[in-house]
Each structure stands twice: as structure tokens, then as C-alpha cells.
């Protein structure tokens, strides 16, 4: 291996080690939330997911609930060129911007090593509207709810205990119903 | 050469589950074990409301027993009632053991009052002295009022 290819061996290992500055982490966080509503000019609603818990979290912990799809199209965390995306602990709680309409809805997470999806079927966004996915398990089975929703500031965004549900708006769904 | 290898995962996976024994043997590990295997301290009433309270106890509890050395196997759970006017904050320990629960009751809209169950060792009759117990409900105290951010 000559000087020149250990030199640019370095230099990868030292941007691949450095991470990401907060201040691009929180460029990617708008990224993510902005992704299906760049070519679109009209009102909006969001939708997140409410965690199972405050992190970090171990083996032994459900994954956390994030928004996988959106009409078939699935939301990514990555720009051109990017690797290494933020992971799903840290997107449960973001808000992904939606337009107003009726939108298919999946769901992934909630396994405990499996890709769980749930299909939440079509649901009808109002603009200007604040929804949220959470689990509920009723009977011993594990069901998810899309509720509309009230913040409590003195709560992390992290903690489930922020989400306050205010209304449920459509059946329960049987988690995991995908795969 | 395989048969040791095989015998030493045997040895290793039978002291762990006695080492989970003895520790779920010592400490208790259900809500029932706490009521009769802890230390009471006297309860506070404090000038606050209730989910404050409750939000600043969690997240001291989060910062300070996380997932991470000394306490890589301690967790957090809160439950909040907030229809009943009543949250708990219980920190669990290893192997699923309890290390101490707290509950925090709505008196009036600006007043609460806290009480702990501490636990207790099951097995070996050792007392804490009340001033030891005590302390520690002050220090759930000024993490729930906001007076100590650090642990």
C-alpha cells in the first residue's frame, strides 16, 4: 500500500468517524419532514408516531413506531450521497408533513427483531391538523390507533407521556398485519 | 476439544441464571414484594402540581439510572393517570428486580404529595437508619421541584 492510498484511507476513516454536526443533523430532520411536501404549495397536516419509551434503547426494547410509507411511496432518511441515516429511534418522533387528503398509511416497527408493518389503510388528513400513530393494546393483542393529539411541553419528545390522545379517529388496526 | 467448549457454555449459562436467581431472591420483583418488603419514608406534600412534578422526577430518573455504566441494567418506567390524579416513577434494577417506587398524588390543583416505597432485602434482616431514608426522599424532592439538576 503506497503513501498516497493509506493518505486517502485516513481521510475516509476520519469523515466516516467525525458523525454529523447537530446542525446538519437538524437539516436532515427537516429534510425528512419536508420530503412529500416539497412540490406541493397547499396546507398541510403532520402525523408521528408516539414512542413505547424515553431512550436509549436496549436489546430488549420493542422498536420504535415510525412512519415507513406514505401512497406507496416510503419516506427516507438519506439525500443523494449521504449514507448512514439517522436511526428509527430518533425519527418516531419527528413530524412528517403531509398533504391534505386521503393517503394510504403503513407503519413499520414495534417487533422486537422483525420488520413489523401495518397497514393502516386510507385515511383522510384535514390541513392543518396534528395526528399521531400510537400503540394500544386491548385484549392482549397489540393494536395501532391514528389519534389527533395535544403536546405537554414539560415532557421530552422522546417520552410517550408528551402525547396526550385526544380523539381516536379510525379503527384499530392489528399490529403487524403486513408482514 | 468441542466437549469442553460445550461443557463451558453449560457452566457459564448455569451461573448466570443462578447469579439472576440470587439477585431475584434478595430484592423484590412485583408491586405485591415491594408493599411488604420496603422502607417507608415519610410522605411530602408539596406547593406543585402533580405532572410537573411527575415530568421532572422521570426525566431526572432517565438522566441519572440510564442504560449506561454504573447502571447498565437499570430502567425507568413512568405511569401517569392523569384523569386520577396520580402518577408513579419506578426504577428497576437487574434481572428485573425493583429498586424503588415512587408515587406522586394530586392533593388540589397546586399541591401534591409524594411518597416512596425503598426497597428492602427479602432475605438479610438489615435496617437502614430513618435519617438514610429519608435522605433519599429529599433527593426525589429537590429533583421534582427543580432545585438539583444534577445527580
Given at each position: 500500500?503506497?503513501?498516497?492510498?493509506?493518505?486517502?484511507?485516513?481521510?475516509?476513516?476520519?469523515?466516516?468517524?467525525?458523525?454529523?454536526?447537530?446542525?446538519?443533523?437538524?437539516?436532515?430532520?427537516?429534510?425528512?419532514?419536508?420530503?412529500?411536501?416539497?412540490?406541493?404549495?397547499?396546507?398541510?397536516?403532520?402525523?408521528t408516531t408516539r414512542p413505547f419509551k424515553v431512550g436509549?434503547l436496549?436489546?430488549?426494547d420493542l422498536?420504535p413506531l415510525?412512519?415507513?410509507?406514505?401512497?406507496?411511496?416510503?419516506?427516507?432518511?438519506?439525500?443523494?450521497?449521504?449514507?448512514?441515516?439517522?436511526?428509527?429511534?430518533?425519527?418516531t418522533y419527528?413530524?412528517?408533513?403531509?398533504?391534505?387528503?386521503?393517503?394510504?398509511?403503513?407503519?413499520?416497527?414495534?417487533?422486537?427483531?422483525?420488520?413489523?408493518?401495518?397497514?393502516?389503510?386510507?385515511?383522510?388528513?384535514?390541513?392543518?391538523?396534528?395526528?399521531v400513530v400510537a400503540g394500544v393494546?386491548?385484549?392482549?393483542?397489540?393494536?395501532?390507533?391514528?389519534y389527533?393529539y395535544?403536546e405537554d411541553?414539560?415532557f421530552s419528545k422522546m417520552d410517550p407521556d408528551r402525547y396526550v390522545l385526544?380523539?381516536?379517529?379510525?379503527?384499530?388496526?392489528?399490529?403487524?398485519?403486513?408482514? | 476439544?468441542?466437549?469442553?467448549?460445550?461443557?463451558?457454555?453449560?457452566?457459564?449459562?448455569?451461573?448466570?441464571?443462578?447469579?439472576?436467581?440470587?439477585?431475584?431472591?434478595?430484592?423484590?420483583?412485583?408491586?405485591?414484594?415491594?408493599?411488604?418488603?420496603?422502607?417507608?419514608?415519610?410522605?411530602?406534600?408539596?406547593?406543585?402540581?402533580?405532572?410537573?412534578?411527575?415530568a421532572?422526577?422521570k426525566?431526572?430518573?432517565e438522566?441519572?439510572?440510564?442504560?449506561?455504566?454504573?447502571?447498565?441494567?437499570?430502567?425507568t418506567e413512568g405511569r401517569l393517570?392523569r384523569?386520577?390524579?396520580?402518577?408513579?416513577?419506578?426504577?428497576?434494577?437487574?434481572?428485573?428486580?425493583?429498586?424503588?417506587?415512587?408515587?406522586?398524588?394530586?392533593?388540589?390543583?397546586?399541591?401534591?404529595?409524594?411518597?416512596?416505597?425503598?426497597?428492602?432485602?427479602?432475605?438479610?434482616?438489615?435496617?437502614?437508619?430513618?435519617?438514610?431514608?429519608?435522605?433519599?426522599?429529599?433527593?426525589?424532592?429537590?429533583?421534582?421541584?427543580?432545585?438539583?439538576?444534577?445527580?
Amino acid at each position: 500500500m503506497n503513501v498516497m492510498t493509506r493518505l486517502k484511507l485516513l481521510t475516509g476513516l476520519f469523515f466516516i468517524s467525525a458523525g454529523l454536526s447537530t446542525a446538519q443533523e437538524v437539516g436532515r430532520f427537516a429534510k425528512y419532514e419536508n420530503q412529500l411536501v416539497l412540490e406541493h404549495s397547499g396546507e398541510y397536516s403532520t402525523i408521528t408516531t408516539r414512542p413505547f419509551k424515553v431512550g436509549p434503547l436496549s436489546g430488549l426494547d420493542l422498536n420504535p413506531l415510525v412512519i415507513h410509507a406514505i401512497d406507496g411511496k416510503d419516506l427516507t432518511n438519506l439525500g443523494i450521497f449521504e449514507t448512514g441515516g439517522f436511526r428509527d429511534y430518533t425519527q418516531t418522533y419527528l413530524q412528517v408533513k403531509i398533504p391534505f387528503g386521503p393517503k394510504r398509511v403503513v407503519v413499520r416497527g414495534g417487533g422486537f427483531k422483525t420488520l413489523k408493518l401495518t397497514d393502516m389503510g386510507i385515511f383522510t388528513f384535514e390541513p392543518q391538523k396534528k395526528y399521531v400513530v400510537a400503540g394500544v393494546p386491548e385484549n392482549s393483542v397489540f393494536y395501532l390507533a391514528i389519534y389527533e393529539y395535544e403536546e405537554d411541553e414539560r415532557f421530552s419528545k422522546m417520552d410517550p407521556d408528551r402525547y396526550v390522545l385526544t380523539k381516536k379517529l379510525a379503527n384499530s388496526i392489528q399490529h403487524g398485519n403486513l408482514k | 476439544m468441542k466437549f469442553q467448549i460445550r461443557s463451558l457454555l453449560y457452566v457459564v449459562l448455569a451461573s448466570t441464571l443462578a447469579l439472576g436467581g440470587c439477585v431475584r431472591a434478595l430484592l423484590p420483583t412485583s408491586a405485591e414484594e415491594l408493599e411488604t418488603h420496603s422502607y417507608r419514608p415519610t410522605s411530602v406534600t408539596v406547593d406543585q402540581d402533580f405532572i410537573s412534578f411527575y415530568a421532572r422526577l422521570k426525566s431526572m430518573h432517565e438522566k441519572c439510572f440510564r442504560s449506561m455504566p454504573p447502571h447498565t441494567s437499570y430502567s425507568t418506567e413512568g405511569r401517569l393517570n392523569r384523569d386520577g390524579g396520580v402518577a408513579y416513577v419506578t426504577l428497576f434494577g437487574a434481572h428485573g428486580t425493583i429498586i424503588h417506587s415512587i408515587k406522586i398524588d394530586r392533593m388540589t390543583v397546586n399541591e401534591s404529595r409524594i411518597s416512596a416505597l425503598l426497597a428492602k432485602n427479602k432475605m438479610i434482616n438489615h435496617n437502614r437508619s430513618e435519617s438514610s431514608i429519608n435522605d433519599s426522599m429529599l433527593l426525589f424532592r429537590v429533583w421534582a421541584d427543580g432545585s438539583q439538576n444534577s445527580c
